[in-house]
């Protein structure tokens, strides 16, 4: 097999490059960075958490309301369909 330097140079390009960001995270400043990304994620998945159980209790709150916006997507659908047939 001949070797491509072109190649070789990328392959090693790419390694080195993975090593320095893992010895960057490795010190302090890139622990508490990764702490902080790690607390911000967090706040994320509760918020979003909520949001969905607040969904689902208006959903279960409002079902006449649930059904009948169910019921408009069916319909605009079915038009849309009609109007792209030829």
Known sequence: MKWDTRLMAGRLASVAAIWGVSQALATPAGKRLT?????????????????????????????AWLAAGLASLAVGTALIGKALKR
């Open 35 to 63: 702490l902080k990304i790690d607390q911000k994620a967090g706040k994320v998945t509760k918020k979003s958490s909520a949001t969905v159980k607040r969904g689902k209790k208006n959903a279960k709150d409002h079902k």
